[in-house]
């Protein structure tokens, strides 16, 4: 987790700026789904082979700072893909369920 949080807040950089993209690869079991239980965006459901959890930095127009989304999306075989959104428990905002980068560290 401290890597992960590193590269939303730029500090991986070292310039304070977030990278373009990173990636973190692992298992159903560890760490996807304690990560998942963390941000209370588990479902209860084991992830399915090649399954993808997504946190996203946004920006919005006309707002200040930067917020975080959490996109999960799972691919049973024989079963279409399907990527949603889920709602970050404790932060996340009524309406477009963004999580203020600020409240997402704190969690």
């Not at 996807?32 to 997504?54: E, I, K, N, Q």
């Not at 799972?74 to 079963?79: S, Y």
């Amino acid at each position: 987790m401290p890597e992960l949080l590193a590269a939303l807040t730029g500090s991986s950089t070292g310039a304070g700026v977030a990278p373009k993209l990173s990636i973190f690869a692992g298992h159903d079991a560890c760490p996807m789904m304690p990560v998942m239980v963390a941000l209370g965006v588990w479902d209860g459901t084991w992830p399915d082979y090649a399954s993808l959890l997504a946190l996203e930095l946004v920006s919005v127009d006309g707002e200040e700072g930067n917020f975080v989304r959490a996109i999960y999306k799972g691919n049973a075989a024989g079963q279409p893909s399907r990527a949603e959104q889920r709602e970050i428990t404790g932060c996340a905002r009524p309406g477009d369920g963004l999580c203020p980068l600020e409240d997402f560290l704190e969690l």
